[in-house]
Every structure is written in structure tokens, then in C-alpha cells.
């Protein structure tokens, strides 16, 4: 994953100022990392872009009550169907990776035939989802939408910096808000096999991260460090959500599978093979589920037993309530 450029803020001036340098190179790190999706693109240009293009929205959703926003709808709105774009490409790549390294596990003959016809329907949606996203990310639509932005931008922070906060404190009511939303969703860990409560909670700690990850300029090495842990949660929570996306792929397929063989009495060798495949994989899925799900429980008592909150507002950026508007 590419490291995101390093920016120089001023910790104290108005947050209108930084945003512009904040908003203005992660646009630029998203949009130059375009040129790197070739004609059959590796997983990492995509991952590249992808993480790029995250940062700017959680960012811009971060700044959104403090700047004028406005004038950014157009272009965000765009650079979240870029956004969906890079991550159904994404999601293929994932996928196909995780079928290569069940290929090495499976013993079944039968079995592994049935992972090689879903890796074929799985590079077939890729290729599918690439055409899509490379009419956005043409020479044309980036540089377009480069133009756009930046006027955008430049509207949306022409806002004086004497009635706004310094970006510290600004900064100190975002991270405060985002870990009370990720406080109050964490109650779906008591409910795992409700899905969306722990999607939603994944989300939370996504952006937890990188508004700590955003506003580390000002709180340095104890920030990176929370942002780090964050992270950490975020991996467990999104290998939960992985599970749970495949458990949704399968099931149907199944089903489909079932009902043909009742009616017709048999099915054909490759069906059979992927009927087969299929049955290992929702048995090794729902065993890394529970996994998952019991790493990231024992992961939010470990932060509750060493005052994780505590931490975070110890990090001394100011601005713990939302009077700021935050």
C-alpha cells in the first residue's frame, strides 16, 4: 500500500488553509496514481488507488461542517463512483487471491475443479468491472475532473480563518466524534451473527483511522501509534465482513445447486465439482468467521480494559466538544 504523501500544516492557523493543502494532494495523490491502471492492471495499482481515493473522502467527510461544501458536491459525488468503481475491481482481486490460496488447501480433486470454475467466473467479473472503471479514469475524465475539483476546492475554503478553528482543535473534535460513533456501534459485537451492525462498526473504526492518521501532523508518534490499533481493528472487523460476503455468495449458489439436483436427479461434472467446492468453503468460511468475530471482540475489552478513550483524549489536540460546529 502506498504511504500517503507527507503535508506541512500549521497546527494553529485556521482549518479552512489546511484543508485546501490537505484536500488539494490526496485529490492529487488519487489522481496520479490513474496513470498506473493499464490495460490489465496488477491487484496493487488497484489497491493503490483505492486507499488514495479513501483517504481523500474520509477527509473531505471530516472537513465537510467546516469548509463551505457546496461547491465540492459535484466532484465528490464523482469520486465516490470512482470510488465503488475501484472497489469492485478490489473486491474481484480479493477474492481470486483467496481462491488461489484455498486451491492449496483443498485435497478433493473434485473439489479443487469446483475453486477453479469459481476463480473463472471471478476473473470474468473483474474484467467486466475493469471496462467500467476505465471510463472514468481515462486521460479525458481525470483531467476533467482534476479541473473541476480544484475550482471546487478553491470556493469551498475561501471561507476567512478568522471565524473558523485552529486545525489542532478541529482536529480534536473530529477524532472525539468518530470514537463515540465507534463507542455506540461497538454493541454489535453482542450480536454476532447480526451482519450490518458489524459492517457499520468496521466503517466507524475505518474512519476513525484516518482522521487519526489525517490529524497525526499535530499529535505525532501517539497518534500514529493509536491510528496503528485502529487499524488493527479494522483488519478484524473487515476479515469478519469478507467472511460474510462470501457466506452471501454462497449460499444462493447452493440453493440453486439443491434445487436443480431434486429436480433433475443429477447434476453435471462441473456442477457437481462446484457443489463440492462450495460445501468446503462454507464450512471453512463459517470457522474463520467465528475467528474473526471473537479477535475483534477480544480486541475492543483489551482497548476498554487499558482505557483506549482515555488515550485518545489525552493526546492533547483540544477541541473535545463540538462547539466547533464538528
Not at 488519487?30 to 492492471?41: G, K, W
Not at 496493487?44 to 481515493?53: D, E, G, K, L
Not at 477474492?95 to 470474468?124: H, M, V
Not at 455468495?249 to 440453493?255: A, F, H, I, N, V
Amino acid at each position: 500500500m502506498a504511504a500517503p504523501r507527507e503535508i506541512e500544516v500549521d497546527c494553529h492557523g485556521p482549518v479552512t488553509t489546511a484543508a485546501w493543502q490537505i484536500l488539494q494532494v490526496r485529490w492529487e495523490e488519487a489522481r496520479d496514481l490513474a496513470s498506473a491502471i493499464t490495460a490489465d492492471p496488477p491487484a496493487s495499482a488497484i489497491h493503490n488507488m483505492r486507499v488514495a481515493t479513501r483517504r481523500l473522502r474520509s477527509a473531505m467527510r471530516d472537513f465537510r461542517r467546516l469548509i463551505k461544501f457546496k461547491p465540492m458536491r459535484g466532484p465528490m459525488k464523482e469520486i465516490g463512483q470512482l470510488a465503488d468503481a475501484l472497489g469492485a475491481v478490489r473486491d474481484q482481486d480479493v477474492a481470486i487471491a483467496a481462491l488461489e490460496r484455498f486451491y492449496g488447501e483443498l485435497k478433493s480433486e473434485a473439489g479443487r475443479d469446483g475453486l477453479q470454475q469459481w476463480k473463472i467466473g471471478r476473473i470474468e467479473l473483474r474484467s467486466s468491472a475493469l471496462n467500467e472503471l476505465k471510463l472514468l479514469i481515462s486521460v479525458e475524465a481525470i483531467a476533467d475532473l482534476d479541473a473541476r475539483f480544484t475550482a471546487a476546492l478553491e470556493k469551498a475554503t475561501a471561507r476567512s480563518g478568522e471565524d473558523a478553528p485552529n486545525f489542532a482543535d478541529a482536529g480534536g473534535a473530529i477524532i472525539a466524534k468518530s470514537y463515540r460513533q465507534l463507542t455506540h456501534l461497538s454493541r454489535g459485537l453482542y450480536a454476532p451473527h447480526r451482519r450490518r451492525p458489524l459492517h457499520r462498526m468496521r466503517i466507524a473504526a475505518k474512519r476513525l483511522r484516518y482522521a487519526l492518521e489525517l490529524f497525526a501532523i499535530c499529535g505525532g508518534e501517539e497518534m500514529e501509534s493509536a491510528a496503528r490499533d485502529v487499524a488493527e481493528m479494522q483488519t478484524r472487523l473487515g476479515d469478519l465482513h469478507d467472511c460474510d460476503v462470501w457466506i452471501d455468495d454462497l449460499g444462493p449458489m447452493m440453493r440453486l445447486l439443491d434445487q436443480r439436483q431434486a429436480l433433475t436427479k443429477t447434476l453435471t461434472e462441473i456442477e457437481q465439482n462446484v457443489l463440492v467446492a462450495s460445501v468446503w468453503l462454507l464450512g471453512r468460511l463459517t470457522r474463520d468467521r467465528a475467528k474473526h468475530f471473537r479477535d475483534a471482540l477480544t480486541l475492543w475489552h483489551d482497548w476498554t480494559d487499558s482505557g483506549f478513550g482515555g488515550r485518545l483524549d489525552r493526546l492533547g489536540l483540544g477541541g473535545r466538544r463540538d462547539d466547533d460546529g464538528v
